[in-house]
């Protein structure tokens, strides 16, 4: 069964931490790995990953994929209590236009 | 922001009543879905399209049927609303499959 598991489930951090969030996967014909934030309504887009080792940064935020042991990392550094969020990981994966699962998130809280 | 619309927003109805749901988009996008998000299950695809008329199945698709008649409007409906369709719904975009963009989410209580 394709899945996509994400941990931790939720986080409680302190402003100035750094976190590492963890996505692995378990799918056929994998394509590329996604990573969005969900505040209080709809989801947006962070990266897209499609190559082992290549980081993807913006800003405080960075995420690197390892399609060998099949996971992917999120990295959060100095945080802020505009961080604290849902972030969702999905996979895309599959033939002709694909299909897109989602892992089921980690709840973020900074305290300040 | 890319422009998508949802409606209704809110709604509450009644078991076993026909809802339906919309999604406009204004991006001229090739792909659009409808997503269910639930506690403890996350994001699950119902439907989605990748053109007009040209639509298909998702993971949890039992109960739902939707309609393509246009590049912008994508119609999620519920012919006989049950309680366990209570869920707020997220219709997406996407130009490149993957990369996609939400609406608003549209929260629906089924009594």
């Known amino acids: 069964e394709d899945k996509v598991v994400q941990s931790p489930l939720s986080l409680v951090v302190h402003e100035g931490d750094t976190v590492t969030l963890n996505c692995s996967y378990e799918?056929?014909?994998?394509?590329?790995l996604l990573w969005y934030k969900q505040e209080k309504k709809a989801p947006t887009f962070l990266f897209m990953l499609t190559s082992s080792g290549i980081e993807k940064k913006s800003g405080r935020l960075s995420s690197i994929l390892d399609k060998k042991e099949l996971f992917s990392i999120l990295n959060i550094t100095a945080t802020q209590t505009g961080d604290s969020a849902v972030y969702l990981c999905?996979?895309?994966?599959?033939?002709?236009?694909?299909?897109?699962?989602f892992g089921k998130g980690t709840k973020l809280s900074v305290k300040p | 922001d890319a422009g998508i619309t949802q409606s209704p927003r809110h709604k509450v109805t009644e078991t076993g009543t026909p809802v339906t749901l919309r999604c406009h988009q204004t991006?001229?996008?090739?792909?659009m879905y409808w997503y269910r998000q639930d506690p403890g299950h996350g994001l699950r695809l119902i439907h989605y399209?990748?053109?007009?008329?040209?639509?298909d199945k998702g993971e949890v698709s039992d109960g739902y049927s939707v309609s393509r008649s246009k590049t912008e409007d994508f119609l999620l409906t519920l012919e006989s609303a049950t309680s366990s369709q209570t869920s707020v719904y997220f219709c997406?975009?996407?130009?490149?499959?993957?990369?996609?963009?939400f609406g608003e989410g549209s929260r629906l209580t089924v009594l």
């Open positions: 999905a996979v895309l994966y599959g033939g002709s236009q694909g299909n897109l699962i």
């Open positions: 399209s990748y053109g007009v008329k040209d639509t």
């Open positions: 799918v056929t014909n994998f394509r590329s």
């Open positions: 991006e001229n996008h090739r792909y």
């Open positions: 997406a975009i996407s130009e490149f499959t993957g990369e996609l963009f």
